[in-house]
């Protein structure tokens, strides 16, 4: 018989015979160390009495804020030329940034953000106002023009990011024909 052990603190050993049988390993009963050293005791901090967790409330916080700064950026881009006049082939007179490529470059690294700065707003419109102050269009009806702003993403979103298409918060107003 041929014993190979390996190991000190907790050997094991190979023991092969001549007859070819197959090797057996021989191992030790594992042993439960006491433990000597004192076991970490986690902190617990004290809740708010109004149920909310701090941690997760700055969380949110700056959630918001990162979508509001890329919904901000987005739409800084986005108005480029928006609703500009058309020339007599129905073209923009003015070169308008790719708004598809816009739309899927900002909800890819924002989008979570962004969504959940919609949703604090309580829809995508009265996100779009937040963001877009009415004294930057001061030449046109800015009800009427952010609610188109609004209805154009929600049109390219449908394609690419429909749960951004389902945050359109529409009114009585819209109703009415």
């Known amino acids: 018989m041929i ?3 390996i ?3 907790t050997p094991i050993t ?3 015979d001549e007859t070819g049988a197959a090797p057996r390993i021989v191992t030790p009963a594992p042993t439960v160390e006491p433990i000597t050293a004192p076991v970490a ?3 617990v901090e004290a809740v708010p009495d109004n149920g909310s967790d701090p941690v997760q409330e700055k969380l949110l916080q700056q959630t918001l804020l990162t979508g509001r ?3 901000a950026t987005m739409m800084e881009e986005w108005i480029v030329g ?3 006049s058309l020339d007599e082939n129905g073209k923009a007179t003015v ?3 790719d708004r598809l490529k816009l739309l899927q470059r900002s909800m ?3 989008g979570r953000a962004i969504m959940a700065y919609i949703d604090n707003q309580g829809g995508l419109r009265k996100a779009i106002r937040s963001v877009v102050p009415d004294a930057m269009l001061p030449d046109v009806d800015y009800q009427t023009y952010t609610t188109e702003l609004a209805g154009n993403i929600v049109q390219l979103a449908s394609i690419t990011v429909p749960p951004l298409a389902d945050t359109m918060d529409y009114t009585h107003a819209d109703s009415q024909g």
């Open 69 to 71: 700064s890329a919904l």
């Open 7 to 9: 190991g000190t603190a």
């Open 82 to 84: 928006f609703g500009c």
């Open 3 to 5: 014993r190979i052990t």
């Open 95 to 97: 070169e308008q940034p």
């Open 41 to 43: 005791v986690a902190v």
């Open 108 to 110: 890819g690294t924002n």
């Open 14 to 16: 190979i023991e092969v």
